[in-house]
Protein backbone atom coordinates (compact mmCIF):
# COMPACT_ATOMS: atom_id res chain seq x y z
CA UNK A 1 0.00 0.00 0.00
CA UNK A 2 1.19 3.24 -0.58
CA UNK A 3 0.64 6.36 1.54
CA UNK A 4 1.11 10.17 1.38
CA UNK A 5 2.30 12.23 4.36
CA UNK A 6 1.16 15.87 4.25
CA UNK A 7 2.53 18.30 6.45
CA UNK A 8 3.47 21.63 7.14
CA UNK A 9 7.53 22.00 7.63
CA UNK A 10 8.49 21.47 11.22
CA UNK A 11 5.34 18.67 11.43
CA UNK A 12 7.48 15.83 11.65
CA UNK A 13 6.49 14.08 8.49
CA UNK A 14 10.12 13.57 7.50
CA UNK A 15 10.75 11.76 10.46
CA UNK A 16 7.82 9.73 10.35
CA UNK A 17 8.40 8.71 6.66
CA UNK A 18 11.44 7.24 8.51
CA UNK A 19 10.21 5.77 11.09
CA UNK A 20 7.98 4.06 8.22
CA UNK A 21 10.92 3.01 6.03
CA UNK A 22 12.93 1.91 8.86
CA UNK A 23 10.51 -0.51 10.95
CA UNK A 24 8.04 -1.44 7.63
CA UNK A 25 10.11 -1.36 5.21
CA UNK A 26 8.56 1.54 3.07
CA UNK A 27 10.34 3.60 0.80
CA UNK A 28 10.58 6.59 1.48
CA UNK A 29 10.15 8.98 -1.44
CA UNK A 30 10.92 12.66 -0.07
CA UNK A 31 11.32 14.70 -3.19
CA UNK A 32 14.77 17.04 -2.10
CA UNK A 33 15.84 13.24 -2.71
CA UNK A 34 14.85 12.62 -5.39
CA UNK A 35 16.14 15.93 -7.53
CA UNK A 36 19.53 15.33 -5.91
CA UNK A 37 19.09 12.02 -7.14
CA UNK A 38 18.37 12.42 -10.21
CA UNK A 39 20.93 15.33 -10.64
CA UNK A 40 23.67 12.64 -9.18
CA UNK A 41 22.40 10.34 -11.82
CA UNK A 42 22.51 12.31 -14.73
CA UNK A 43 19.58 11.14 -16.18
CA UNK A 44 17.63 13.63 -19.06
CA UNK A 45 15.38 14.93 -17.01
CA UNK A 46 17.56 15.10 -13.61
CA UNK A 47 19.62 17.44 -15.92
CA UNK A 48 16.38 19.24 -16.84
CA UNK A 49 15.48 19.61 -12.92
CA UNK A 50 18.64 20.90 -12.30
CA UNK A 51 19.28 23.62 -14.87
CA UNK A 52 15.69 24.90 -13.39
CA UNK A 53 17.33 24.30 -9.56
CA UNK A 54 20.55 26.19 -10.41
CA UNK A 55 18.27 29.91 -12.19
CA UNK A 56 16.39 29.36 -8.58
CA UNK A 57 13.29 28.91 -11.06
CA UNK A 58 10.97 26.09 -9.49
CA UNK A 59 11.23 22.70 -11.44
CA UNK A 60 7.91 22.43 -13.50
CA UNK A 61 5.44 19.76 -12.94
CA UNK A 62 5.71 17.26 -15.43
CA UNK A 63 9.71 17.24 -14.60
CA UNK A 64 8.96 16.02 -11.17
CA UNK A 65 5.86 13.59 -12.61
CA UNK A 66 8.98 12.23 -14.72
CA UNK A 67 10.94 12.26 -11.81
CA UNK A 68 8.61 10.19 -9.87
CA UNK A 69 7.92 7.59 -12.52
CA UNK A 70 11.58 7.10 -12.84
CA UNK A 71 11.80 6.41 -9.09
CA UNK A 72 9.00 4.34 -9.01
CA UNK A 73 10.20 2.15 -11.99
CA UNK A 74 13.54 1.62 -10.30
CA UNK A 75 11.66 0.28 -7.08
CA UNK A 76 10.99 -2.98 -6.36
CA UNK A 77 7.51 -3.86 -7.88
CA UNK A 78 6.36 -4.77 -4.43
CA UNK A 79 7.61 -1.69 -3.02
CA UNK A 80 4.99 0.00 -0.79
CA UNK A 81 6.15 3.88 -0.88
CA UNK A 82 5.45 6.58 1.76
CA UNK A 83 5.48 9.80 -0.28
CA UNK A 84 7.14 13.17 1.44
CA UNK A 85 7.18 16.43 -0.02
CA UNK A 86 5.09 15.10 -2.49
CA UNK A 87 2.47 16.06 -3.88
CA UNK A 88 2.38 19.36 -2.77
CA UNK A 89 -0.52 20.75 -5.16
CA UNK A 90 -3.66 19.09 -6.60
CA UNK A 91 -2.30 19.53 -10.34
CA UNK A 92 0.60 17.20 -8.71
CA UNK A 93 -1.77 15.13 -7.00
CA UNK A 94 -3.87 14.21 -10.24
CA UNK A 95 -0.96 13.18 -11.76
CA UNK A 96 0.65 10.71 -9.29
CA UNK A 97 -3.03 9.16 -9.02
CA UNK A 98 -3.02 9.10 -12.82
CA UNK A 99 0.89 7.69 -13.06
CA UNK A 100 -0.54 5.10 -10.07
CA UNK A 101 -3.00 4.26 -12.56
CA UNK A 102 -1.16 3.32 -15.32
CA UNK A 103 0.49 0.68 -12.79
CA UNK A 104 -2.46 -0.65 -11.30
CA UNK A 105 -1.65 1.11 -8.11
CA UNK A 106 -3.12 3.64 -5.80
CA UNK A 107 -3.02 5.99 -2.67
CA UNK A 108 -4.19 4.00 0.25
CA UNK A 109 -4.01 6.80 3.07
CA UNK A 110 -3.17 10.45 3.33
CA UNK A 111 -2.18 11.41 5.65
CA UNK A 112 -2.33 14.99 7.20
CA UNK A 113 -0.40 16.07 10.57
CA UNK A 114 -2.00 19.08 12.20
CA UNK A 115 0.27 21.22 14.12
CA UNK A 116 -0.60 24.76 15.28
CA UNK A 117 1.78 27.40 13.64
CA UNK A 118 3.28 28.70 17.04
CA UNK A 119 4.60 24.90 17.54
CA UNK A 120 5.97 24.90 14.29
CA UNK A 121 7.34 28.41 14.75
CA UNK A 122 8.85 26.88 18.22
CA UNK A 123 10.63 23.96 16.70
CA UNK A 124 11.71 25.69 13.28
CA UNK A 125 13.08 28.31 14.54
CA UNK A 126 14.77 27.52 17.47
CA UNK A 127 17.50 25.08 15.31
CA UNK A 128 20.99 26.42 15.28
CA UNK A 129 23.80 24.51 13.47
CA UNK A 130 27.59 24.01 14.20
CA UNK A 131 29.40 26.23 11.26
CA UNK A 132 32.51 23.53 10.98
CA UNK A 133 31.05 20.16 11.11
CA UNK A 134 27.09 20.63 11.20
CA UNK A 135 26.34 19.70 14.33
CA UNK A 136 22.75 20.10 15.01
CA UNK A 137 21.07 22.36 18.49
CA UNK A 138 17.68 23.23 19.22
CA UNK A 139 17.24 26.34 21.32
CA UNK A 140 14.41 24.47 22.82
CA UNK A 141 15.30 20.40 22.84
CA UNK A 142 18.71 20.28 22.01
CA UNK A 143 20.63 23.38 23.01
CA UNK A 144 24.08 23.51 23.65
CA UNK A 145 26.11 23.77 26.69
CA UNK A 146 27.64 27.24 25.98
CA UNK A 147 25.33 29.90 23.87
CA UNK A 148 26.65 29.81 19.80
CA UNK A 149 28.59 27.21 19.99
CA UNK A 150 29.33 23.79 19.67
CA UNK A 151 29.69 21.26 22.27
CA UNK A 152 31.52 18.78 20.17
CA UNK A 153 34.22 21.15 18.59
CA UNK A 154 33.89 24.54 20.18
CA UNK A 155 32.76 26.25 16.47
CA UNK A 156 29.97 28.86 16.03
CA UNK A 157 26.88 27.96 15.72
CA UNK A 158 24.48 29.85 13.31
CA UNK A 159 21.02 29.94 11.71
CA UNK A 160 20.19 28.76 8.37
CA UNK A 161 18.59 31.20 6.58
CA UNK A 162 14.85 29.31 6.16
CA UNK A 163 15.23 28.82 9.74
CA UNK A 164 14.75 32.47 10.63
CA UNK A 165 11.74 33.21 12.36
CA UNK A 166 10.23 35.52 9.51
CA UNK A 167 11.33 32.79 7.18
CA UNK A 168 9.71 30.01 9.01
CA UNK A 169 6.47 32.23 9.47
CA UNK A 170 6.61 32.58 5.04
CA UNK A 171 7.20 28.95 4.74
CA UNK A 172 4.03 28.47 6.71
CA UNK A 173 2.09 30.26 5.38
CA UNK A 174 2.52 29.11 2.13
CA UNK A 175 2.27 25.72 2.96
CA UNK A 176 -1.38 26.91 4.84
CA UNK A 177 -2.45 27.90 0.90
CA UNK A 178 -1.06 25.28 -0.89
CA UNK A 179 -3.14 22.60 1.46
CA UNK A 180 -5.97 23.72 0.98
CA UNK A 181 -7.12 21.70 -2.45
CA UNK A 182 -5.36 18.92 -1.81
CA UNK A 183 -7.70 18.57 1.46
CA UNK A 184 -10.33 18.88 -1.15
CA UNK A 185 -9.08 16.56 -3.33
CA UNK A 186 -8.36 13.30 -0.89
CA UNK A 187 -11.05 14.36 1.18
CA UNK A 188 -13.26 13.74 -1.81
CA UNK A 189 -11.49 10.40 -2.75
CA UNK A 190 -12.12 9.38 1.06
CA UNK A 191 -8.46 8.43 1.88
CA UNK A 192 -7.39 11.48 4.28
CA UNK A 193 -6.72 10.89 7.77
CA UNK A 194 -5.66 13.61 9.85
CA UNK A 195 -3.91 13.14 13.16
CA UNK A 196 -2.85 15.70 15.96
CA UNK A 197 0.99 16.06 14.93
CA UNK A 198 1.98 17.59 18.09
CA UNK A 199 2.20 14.69 19.95
CA UNK A 200 5.41 12.75 20.51
CA UNK A 201 6.69 10.95 17.34
CA UNK A 202 6.25 7.36 19.01
CA UNK A 203 2.48 8.45 19.35
CA UNK A 204 2.22 10.22 16.18
CA UNK A 205 3.61 6.93 14.88
CA UNK A 206 0.90 4.16 16.27
CA UNK A 207 -1.67 6.69 14.97
CA UNK A 208 -0.07 6.79 11.16
CA UNK A 209 -0.14 2.65 11.64
CA UNK A 210 -3.87 2.38 12.99
CA UNK A 211 -5.62 5.21 10.50
CA UNK A 212 -3.64 3.97 7.91
CA UNK A 213 -4.63 0.56 8.23
CA UNK A 214 -1.00 -0.61 8.02
CA UNK A 215 0.06 -4.29 9.76
CA UNK A 216 2.42 -3.89 12.40
CA UNK A 217 6.15 -4.62 11.60
CA UNK A 218 7.10 -8.03 12.41
CA UNK A 219 7.30 -9.38 9.10
CA UNK A 220 8.53 -6.25 7.51
CA UNK A 221 8.32 -5.97 3.25
CA UNK A 222 10.98 -6.08 1.06
CA UNK A 223 12.73 -2.83 1.20
CA UNK A 224 12.73 -1.43 -2.72
ZN1 LIG B 1 30.30 21.17 15.75
Not at 78 to 107: C, H, M, N
Request: net charge neutral; with cysteine.
Amino acid sequence: MHLILLGAPGSGKGTQAELLAKRLGYTHLATGDLFREAVRGGSELGRLAQSYMERGALVPDEVTIGLVRERLERANPTAQIVFDGYPRKWVQARALDELLASRGEKIDAVILLNVSTPILVERLSGRWVCRAQGHNYHLAFHPPRVAGVCDVDGAELYQRDDDRPEVVQRRIAVFLREIVPLIAYYGAQGVLHEIDGAQEIEAVHRQILSVGGIPKAGSPPRPA
